[in-house]
């Protein structure tokens, strides 16, 4: 017996099909998103970014 899975990002065309025991038999298709650990580092990055263009990025434009 075979148990299929598939990745529950929308739109990711990845699939796994494993045996009983969750031994890999194949792969299909690949994923067109990041992993979650990386989301969360450019999430992470972007924050900062914004942090610090709010609080300590100036422009001195002349009136």
Do not use: Q
Request: include cysteine; proline fraction near 2%.
């Amino acid at each position: 017996r075979t148990k299929y899975w598939i990745c529950t990002v929308n739109g990711c065309a990845a699939k796994v099909h494993t045996d009983l025991n969750n031994g890999l038999m194949k792969t299909v298709g690949y994923h067109s998103h990041l992993r979650a650990k990386e989301k969360h580092e450019v999430r992470e990055a972007r924050e900062k970014m914004i942090y610090l263009k709010i609080h300590f990025l100036t422009l001195d434009i002349p009136a």
